[in-house]
């Protein structure tokens, strides 16, 4: 054999290798190893490359018990900063954390289009309009590839619902397909070129998405000049021949389903693959392990968490500059650390206040290195103000229809939060060695162990038992309901007396596994305050589960804790404490129950008896704050009654003293919303055409999609898209417009105008005057922010090219087209408040391809 040939950086010699490499090598490459890991070939030294979720945050390889990841704030609250650089910022920390996982490529970011609240996974995109989506993911993706690590953009192209999200069939015009959906893909292409590329589940006006050849040769690989690697969605590739023909060059995970070498050493013996499509797909994937080897990740890598400060200061800026002032009547806001008139008492009320609401469910959910709730974080920046200001805290409601996980409520023995686990071979009563296998500290209990092994067991059959075991201590005397789900058999456990029985007879439910799992099963028993109880749950896996779950893996089990209690009388608590009081903080919103891979929401409302307490508490005590924790829009039937709204999102770690930083001031608020927040669902532009039906999705609000909807028809959103409050004031003037041909440069004035140090984004809107075709009133085309002290000013200058500042997509052409003509440059803080404006002239129309 000849020698074996590398490059710089220990590259691959890919022409020496399409030559060396045997056709069964070549099929072996173009799927993956495992879950996490693509195929190496140690003949030749080609190595086996590890990838990593990402969206918010770096797993690493595991589901269950993973090394701690820091966790940022979910997609939606990333875009609104608008901040390209501390975007960038932002993807160099998840390229350096990638590293610490030993993943050469993260799985993000994502990129899809917010079309409804009700997406599932909204929270893990960006934006409603394009031009956020785009910068937003090109800035992440130039962080991640700073780092020399490979950013795998997603979910390509049209993944923006989760209701039957393999099959659907999504249908839509192509120049809705081009202006909105594509173009947040084209734009991260042109400005931060993603190394890789994930294929979406669904269809596209009749074919899937993973094996079309217009889509991704004629599109994304001749249009766009794309060269970078395309690899499929989890276990979303659908044919062989198809799929290898139009370029999807990785199947995902491994072992494959569809390019095994015998079927596909046929297909190509048959002339129905050709083996020039074998070499072809094989050079991306060989240029994808090159790309990775930049990335310099040692082959023995252990996973380990990143405990440097400054990872959590930069979590912490950047969870400040996401939340959204929505509303501050009165100058409500900010509070006072230390005790002022008519502000001497403040009661932080709701289903979040003692529960951190890092993140959405599915890949975006990870073992978080720590999370601050905002009861934490508002006690400690009170701490801060000598504690002179008094805090009291209530429920007031209940959020979620299962149990909280109470991985952080528990003790375990060494008397940290969390709950302790014990491995064993054997189920309880055994009589002899049960065989301990494991002892692990866990920090939640929702638990999935399709992971977990051992030397001890058969990884063919995973039966083997864990007991849960932690200290609980109730904040008040009541009853206390306890439960669990799982697939599997549980008991609950507590002082010994067996308190919830979901082993000796179960019942299917919905909770837990996409309704693989049992429901959840309760029990009660009577607490005192402050008294330690010791909880225990015995759990045997899967192959102890009396239903039907068609798992192959050792399945898990949910627990949970929480006061029994009635809607009624929780927010009767409430009223009366919010009376007895100066301020009341109203912590409510979804939770990873709500807004998750897997499931779309039902309907834009918190669920609950949310809304109910925040109308009683409003009417008890008038000086109400709202703090919303939500990735998409929800319902605020109550939002002219209170006079301040903040919006939160999904704040990773840092969420509790981002809130706090905001609520007293310590940081000067400057988010601006992501998307358009509407009055009630109906009034949404995909109201009538959103989820599956018969299989397919009628995009029928074409290019009219958010902000270009409500002001086509002239219908005021609760909140416009863009919009965002600041403790200070500002003032937009002088604008300068110039156009030399090719692109139109933008300058203005930004004066903050009040008494406070803040920051101000900056919005380039255009309108193209008596178009030849329906057009959105504005198109959001630019962004700038910038930091201003009070009283000073300073410039904005922006540069946008004429061709993307006019064009439109020309279906009868096939081609972007822009007119000549009159277009009004629109400048404001959000879409909805225009300060400034002035005008360009083109004196030509032209078409054009490419980015």
């Known amino acids: 054999m000849s020698p074996i040939k590398t490059t710089s950086y220990n590259q691959l010699d890919i022409d020496y290798l399409i030559d060396e490499l045997t056709l069964a090598e070549k099929i072996s490459l173009l799927a993956g190893k495992d879950f996490w890991h693509t195929v190496p070939i140690p003949r030749v030294k080609i190595p086996s490359i590890r990838v990593s979720d990402g969206p918010n945050g770096i797993r690493g390889t595991k589901f269950f018990n993973g090394v701690p990841s820091n966790c940022f704030p979910c997609g939606t609250g990333l875009a609104a900063t608008f901040n390209k650089d501390l975007l960038v910022e932002s993807g160099e920390l998840m390229g350096k954390e990638a590293k610490l996982k030993g993943a050469a490529i993260i799985l993000g970011p994502t990129c899809n289009i917010i079309r409804s609240p009700l997406g599932g996974r909204s929270f893990e995109s960006y934006s409603e309009d394009p031009l956020l989506s785009g910068i937003a993911a090109a800035s992440v993706i130039k962080g991640i590839q700073n780092e020399k690590v490979v950013a795998c953009l997603k979910h390509f192209v049209c ?89 999807l060059n990785l199947e995902m995970p491994g072992p494959t389903r569809f390019r095994q070498i015998n079927q596909v050493l046929q297909a190509v013996q048959s002339n129905e693959v050709s083996e020039d499509v074998i070499d072809e797909n094989v050079r991306y994937i060989l240029r994808l392990v090159n790309e990775s080897l930049k990335a310099e990740i040692p082959d023995d890598v252990v996973e380990s968490p990143n405990d440097d400060p400054a990872a959590g200061e930069l979590l912490r800026k950047v969870g400040d500059e996401s939340i959204v002032l929505l509303k501050n009547e009165n100058n409500i806001l900010p509070l006072s650390k230390t005790k002022i008139e008519g502000q001497g008492k403040i009661a932080v009320i709701g289903p979040n206040v003692k529960v951190a609401q890092d993140s959405g469910g599915g890949s975006a959910s990870m073992t978080t290195r720590y999370k601050i709730t905002p009861w934490e974080g508002i006690q400690t920046k009170l701490e801060e103000g000598n504690n002179t200001v008094g805090l009291e805290y209530s429920l007031g409601a209940f959020l979620d229809s299962t149990l909280p996980d109470v991985g952080l409520t528990l003790f375990n023995e060494e008397g940290e939060k969390g709950l302790n686990a014990r491995f064993y071979k054997h189920p309880p009563g055994h009589k002899g060695d049960r065989l301990l296998l494991e002892e692990l500290k866990l920090s939640t209990s929702r638990v999935l162990l399709s992971d977990y092994s051992s030397e001890h067991l058969d990884p063919n059959k995973p039966l083997y038992y864990v007991d849960f075991t932690g200290t609980y201590i109730p904040d008040e005397t009541a009853e206390y309901n306890f439960g669990t789900s799982c697939v599997g058999t549980a008991q609950i456990f507590v002082d010994d007396a067996l308190v919830v029985d979901n082993k000796t ?292 200058e922006l540069s946008i090219s004429i061709k993307e500042a006019t064009s439109y997509w020309n279906v009868s052409k096939r081609k972007w087209q822009s007119d000549k003509g009159t277009y009004k440059v629109l400048v404001g803080t959000s879409s909805d408040k225009i300060e400034v404006e002035d005008k360009f002239i083109t004196s030509k129309t032209f078409n054009w391809v490419g980015v």
């Open 505 to 796: 007879k179960q019942t299917k439910g919905d909770a837990y596994f996409l309704g693989m799992g049992t429901r959840e099963e309760r029990g009660s028993v009577h607490l005192e305050k402050g008294v330690s109880y010791n909880v225990r749950v015995e759990f045997g896996t899967a192959p102890t589960y009396t239903l039907e779950s068609g798992l192959e893996d050792a399945g898990g089990v949910y627990f949970g804790i929480q006061i029994k209690s009635t809607p009624e009388v929780e927010i009767s608590k409430a009223v009366k404490l919010a009376k007895e009081v100066d301020t009341v903080v109203l912590v409510v919103g979804l939770s990873k129950e709500c807004e998750s891979e897997g499931f779309d929401r039902p309907d834009m409302d918190i669920p609950g008896s949310t809304n109910e307490l925040i109308e009683q508490v409003v009417k008890a005590n008038p000086n109400v704050i709202v703090v919303n924790q939500s990735g998409s829009p929800v319902t605020m039937p109550w939002a002219e009654k209170v006079p301040a709204i903040i919006q939160a999102w999904f704040g990773g770690n840092e969420l509790g003293n981002t809130i706090a930083d905001v609520l007293f001031g310590d940081y000067n608020p400057s988010g601006k919303l992501s998307m358009t927040f509407p009055k009630r669902l109906q009034d949404n532009p995909s109201y009538f055409n959103f989820g599956s039906s018969n299989g397919e999705v009628l995009y029928g609000e074409d290019v009219f999609v958010g902000y270009r909807y409500y002001e086509k028809i002239d219908l005021k959103p609760l909140f416009a898209f863009g919009h965002g409050l600041s403790y200070t004031s500002f003032e937009l003037d002088e604008l300068v417009v110039t156009n030399d041909g090719d692109s139109v440069d933008i300058k203005v004035r930004v004066t903050n105008t009040g008494k406070l140090a803040g920051a101000e984004v900056v919005q380039i809107y255009i309108e193209q005057e008596n178009p030849l075709i329906p057009r959105p009133k504005k198109e959001l085309k630019d962004f700038g922010k910038i930091h201003l002290e009070a009283g000073k000013s300073g410039i904005v």
């Open 159 to 247: 993944n923006d619902q989760e209701d039957d999200r393999r099959a659907v069939d999504t249908l839509l015009t192509d120049r809705a397909f081009r202006e909105i959906y594509l173009k947040p893909f084209h734009i991260a292409i042109r400005d931060s070129n993603p190394k890789s590329f994930m294929t979406s589940y669904n269809k596209i006006n009749g074919e899937h998405v993973s094996q079309s050849k217009k889509i991704l040769q004629d599109i994304l690989r001749k249009e766009l000049n794309y060269t970078g690697t395309i690899m499929s969605d989890w276990y979303g590739v659908y044919s062989t021949k198809e799929a290898l023909d139009a370029g």
